[in-house]
């Protein structure tokens, strides 16, 4: 039987992937590593999207912030540069009716680079500067991009569309882990923070496992749950994700670039 393939997207994102996973004959986990959520108070991400006319440029940097924005865009306006990171954020904007015949989008050129810095190297940015733009993102994120802007003498501004946060170490997400980590799986990480969030999960759990308030002592050769996800198969669609996974201890890694139909290939030609 094939390994299973584990899902970490945010729920929203990874049930067309899941479907199409399954059609390969593939079993799947979903374990989405990354809640997103509305914020709290939506009336500064609305004021500044009733104003898109004025910018020459607005940068997305996740098919999540597309969908939070498009929640409040009625219509795009005419002249106005989409940027995007890759190819899943070009698949949510033709979901909400955004495509290349009618609206100018970048995005990097190498889809194994989907990532802020060579989106800086695919703008023009000589024609930006002097000129608003304005990125969509999270309540947090990479400053990289709009340093680069600002760097060109574009005037830069950020705007948050949700908030995204690491689930909460549940008993039923605690035994999901165990249960993955007792065989080997496929597991494709689409988020640096998703695998930086997961290794924190499981050393939240190997502390219970190794508390020593009874006065036991933890065993010296025995392999904690981070040490166990080290040895798991990583896919990645960005350099920049299996540089962070490199740097986190993991070894068995296959980079795709970015879009669905690399990713089910990669998985087509895992042994």
């Known amino acids: 039987m094939p390994d299973p393939v584990v899902i970490t997207r945010p729920l929203a994102q990874a049930r067309a992937l899941a479907d199409q996973v399954a059609a390969l004959g ?15 108070d939506p009336a500064p991400l609305q004021a500044v999207l009733a104003g898109l006319a004025e910018y020459a440029l607005v940068a997305f940097v996740s098919p999540n912030a597309i969908d939070a924005a498009f929640a409040y865009i009625k219509q795009w306006p005419p002249g106005v540069t989409l940027a995007v990171l890759g190819e ?11 495509s290349a015949d ?6 990097p050129a190498d889809p194994a680079r989907s990532d802020s810095e060579h989106l800086l190297q695919t703008l023009d940015l000589d024609a930006l500067r002097g000129r608003r733009v304005l990125i969509i993102r999270g309540e947090s994120g990479r400053e990289l ?51 930086r969030g997961l290794l924190g999960l499981l050393e939240a ?18 392999e904690t749950n981070v040490v166990r996800m080290q040895r798991q198969h990583l896919i990645v669609p960005h350099a920049r994700i299996a540089e962070t996974a490199n740097k986190l201890g993991f070894k068995r890694l296959t980079l795709t670039g970015s879009g669905d139909e690399r990713l089910l290939a990669a998985l087509q030609s895992c042994p």
Not at 26 to 40: G, H, M, S
Not at 88 to 98: D, M, P
Not at 179 to 187: F, P, T
Not at 209 to 215: L, R
């Open 26 to 40: 593939r079993p799947v986990e979903l374990l989405p590593l990354l809640d997103i959520a509305p914020l709290a």
């Open 88 to 98: 899943g954020s070009r698949s949510a904007l033709a979901a909400h009716g955004i």
């Open 102 to 107: 009618a609206v100018n989008i970048v995005s």
């Open 145 to 195: 991009m709009g340093e680069g802007l600002r760097a060109a003498g574009a005037l830069v501004e950020f705007v948050a569309a949700y908030r995204r946060s690491v689930p909460v170490l549940t008993p039923a997400l605690r035994a999901q882990l165990g249960h993955l980590l007792a065989r080997q799986n496929d597991w494709i990480i689409t988020s640096s923070e998703a695998l």
């Open 205 to 222: 759990i190997d502390a219970e496992a190794f508390n020593t308030t009874s006065g036991a002592r933890p065993d010296a050769a025995a």
